[in-house]
C-alpha cells in the first residue's frame, strides 16, 4: 500500500512563477528517483500552497514509470505514531527495517517532528541507510530547513544536502488557471467574470480557492441559485473572513520578521536591542489581536516570555501607535500584511 492519491497528479498541479522550481525538481526526481542531486527533495511552504499535492504527484508519477519501485507516503504524525507502538510493543527493528527497504519515501509534514528526539532519532538512521543506499527520499515541511525549530542539528543539515524548493503564493493567472481547471474537471461551467472575482480576492491559499469555488458550485446546484456576483462576494466574504480568524502565532511572527528583515530566532531571543524588542512586542500584540491565545500561551510562544511580558507589550504598543507617528505606521503596515 503506497498510500498515494491519484487525483494528485502533476496533470492536475498547474504550473505557474510560484510553483515552478519546486515542480521541475518534483518531475526530475520522478525521471530518476535518487538518481540526481535533489536527494532528498525538500518543498516547503504555507498552508495550502500544495505540498501534499505535489509529494503525492511525484509518488504517483513514480510508480508509473516504475511500478516495480516500493513508493511510500507518510505523514511525520502517522509516522510518529507508528514510531512510538514499535517501541511500545518491543519491535522498534521491525518498524526501521520496514522504512530502510523502501525505494522512494515521501514525509510529510516534518516540521510536526519538532521536539521528538525519539522519532528524529529513528528518521536520521532510516535517512542515513536510504541515502547511502541510492534511494530518494522527499520531504515537506511548513517552514526553510534555516527557520525550523527543534529539529536536531544533525537531521537538519541532512535536510539541506538536497534541494529545498519553495512553494509560494500563486500569482492572479495562476490562481485562474487553478480553477479553470477545478471547473472543468468537475464538468462545470462558470462565467468567467466569476471566477477572476475569486481569485482576484482570495490570494494567500489555493485549499481556499477551492473551497469558495466549491461552495458556489453547491450552492448553485443544490439551492438552485443561479451563480452570480452578488452570490460570489457573498462566498468570498466567508472565506476572506474565516482566514483572518484562522491567522496563527507563528505566522504573525514570521509576517514581523519578515517586515523588520531580522530571523524568527532573533525576534525571540532575549536581546534588549530596541527594534528587536519593539518586533517582539509587535508580535505580541498582534498574537492578542488576532488569534484566541492566552496571554500565557502568547508569552510561550513568542520566546518563552511570561503573561506579564505579553500584556506590558499590548500596552505598549497600545500607548506607542497613539504618540509615535513612526511606530503607528509599524502597526498599519502589519495589519495590512497579516490580513492579505
Ligand atoms: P499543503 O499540503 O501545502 O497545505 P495541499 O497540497 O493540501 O496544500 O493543497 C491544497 C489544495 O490546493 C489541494 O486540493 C491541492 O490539490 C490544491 N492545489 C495546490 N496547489 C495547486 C496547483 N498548483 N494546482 C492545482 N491545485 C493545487
Ligand atoms: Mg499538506
Known sequence: ESQLNPNYSFENFLEGDSNRLARSAGLAVSAKPGGTSFNPLLIFGGVGLGKTHLAHAIGVEIKDKYPEKTVLYISAEKFTQQYIDSVKKNNRNDFIHFYQIIDVLIIDDVQFLSGKTGTQDVFFHIFNHLHQNGKQVILTSDKAPVDMQDIEQRLLSRFKWGLSAELQSPDFETRVSILNNKLYRDGVDMPEEIVEYVAKHIKTNVRELEGAIISLIAQSSFNKKEITLDLAKQIVEKFVKNTKREV?????????????????????????????????????????????????????????????TVLHACKTVDNLSTTDKQFKKYVEDITKKLSV
Open 248 to 308: 496563527s502565532i507563528d505566522y504573525i511572527q514570521k509576517v514581523v520578521s519578515d517586515y523588520f528583515q531580522m530571523n524568527v530566532d532573533t525576534l525571540q531571543s532575549k536581546t534588549r536591542k530596541r527594534h528587536i524588542v519593539q518586533a517582539r512586542q509587535l508580535a505580541m500584540f498582534f498574537a492578542k489581536k488576532y488569534t484566541k491565545a492566552s496571554l500565557a500561551s502568547i508569552g510561550s510562544q513568542i520566546g518563552k516570555r511570561d503573561h506579564a
